[in-house]
Nanobody
Framework: DVQLQASGGGLVQTGGSLRLSCIVSGSGFAFDDYVIGWFRQAPGKDREVVSCVSRSDRSTYYTDSVKGRFTISSDYARNTVHLQMNSLRPEDTAVYYC???????????????????????WGQGTQVTVSS
């Protein structure tokens, strides 16, 4: 089974930066077969997709509110996906989750539909708090 371990959350001031990491483990895991994404859930709100990456088509996806501020990247040698978050805003405050799903589709097709299609595997959340 594939397992995900997220880390890197914390408390920062507006305009600050954080780097989240998601380590993927498990027998039979191959980056080429998966879309891996970061999602977040703020208090009282639905969980939303933030960013995704897929090696199969070398694509990335970002939700509009984080474009130009967040960067997703993959370290294939370490089976790790990072989310570099810059210029953080109070509205970025949420619990962030990494998730993965086995799919033949790339991130740009799958992740806008992830809410309805679902993600197969979820890691534990990591809290990101941005103070004003």
């Amino acid at each position: 089974d594939v397992q995900l371990q997220a880390s890197g959350g914390g408390l920062v001031q507006t305009g600050g930066s954080l780097r989240l990491s998601c380590i993927v483990s498990g027998s039979g895991f191959a980056f080429d077969d998966y879309v891996i994404g970061w999602f977040r859930q703020a208090p009282g709100k639905d969980r939303e997709v933030v960013s995704c990456v897929s090696r199969s088509d070398r694509s990335t996806y970002y939700t509009d509110s984080v474009k130009g501020r967040f960067t997703i990247s993959s370290d294939y040698a370490r089976n790790t996906v990072h989310l570099q978050m810059n210029s953080l805003r109070p509205e970025d405050t949420a619990v962030y989750y990494c998730a993965a799903t086995l799919t033949r589709y790339g991130s740009r097709w799958y992740c806008p539909r992830a809410h309805s299609l679902g993600m197969k595997v979820w890691g534990q959340g990591t809290q990101v708090t941005v103070s004003s």
